[in-house]
T-cell receptor
């Protein structure tokens, strides 16, 4: 089946690291993504990882993928107030026609406390 | 380079009416996908268009349809609107069919009353 799950809320202190976790069920996913959505805005692609990689680092962002456990995480170092948003974990699933669709989790609302 | 442009940004319609939403992809991008975002169901895939053909479809009733023009711009149409169709409709543009990176527009917020 196609299902992506993530916790709904995370609260961290400014300056600490945030870790947002996600699990997915479809082992045929090709890419896994993290998107950010700020209030009233569309989705911003933060980073993605190919399914045969286990880690990707991009400035303050670190993505870890455990393919065996179908677990994906996003670590944001030195969390700032501007990081407050909803973070969506997503997987890309290709159909036989090479078209793809992205299956999204329910989103984790990250709030930063001073 | 301009991003993905969706028009209108906000729309209010009455039950039973029909609505057309528009999406202009990033210049040079040929694939357009549509998603519906609601508080209850989250983000759900509607369909993907490439070369003016629907290539992939989500689990939505036939009231939801779309099309793509030769310049890659896409429209989606919802007929016989229901209250439950109230949502943020997001369009995503990619260079090619099934491409790794999908860039999203700001969305059209549809309210059905």
């Amino acid at each position: 089946g196609e299902d992506v799950e993530q916790s709904l809320f995370l609260s961290v202190r400014e300056g600490d690291s945030s870790v947002i976790n996600c699990t997915y069920t479809d082992s045929s996913s090709t890419y896994l993504y993290w998107y950010k959505q700020e209030p009233g805005a569309g989705l911003q692609l933060l980073t993605y990882i190919f399914s045969n990689m286990d880690m990707k680092q991009d400035q303050r962002l670190t993505v870890l993928l455990n393919k065996k456990d179908k677990h994906l995480s996003l670590r944001i170092a030195d969390t700032q107030t501007g990081d407050s948003a909803i973070y969506f974990c997503a997987e890309s699933i290709k159909s036989r026609s090479s078209a793809s669709k992205i299956i999204f989790g329910s989103g984790t609302r990250l709030s930063i406390r001073p | 380079k301009a991003g993905v442009t969706q028009t209108p940004r906000y729309l209010i319609k009455t039950r039973g009416q029909q609505v057309t939403l528009s999406c202009s992809p990033i210049s040079g991008h040929r694939s357009v996908s549509w998603y519906q975002q609601t508080p209850g169901q989250g983000l759900q895939f509607l369909f993907e268009y490439f070369s003016e053909t629907q290539r992939n479809k989500g689990n939505f009733p036939g009231r939801f349809s779309g099309r793509q023009f030769s310049n890659s711009r896409s429209e989606m149409n919802v007929s016989t609107l229901e209250l439950g169709d109230s949502a943020l409709y997001l369009c995503a543009s990619s260079l090619e069919l099934g491409d790794t990176e999908a860039f999203f527009g700001q969305g059209t917020r549809l309210t059905v009353v």
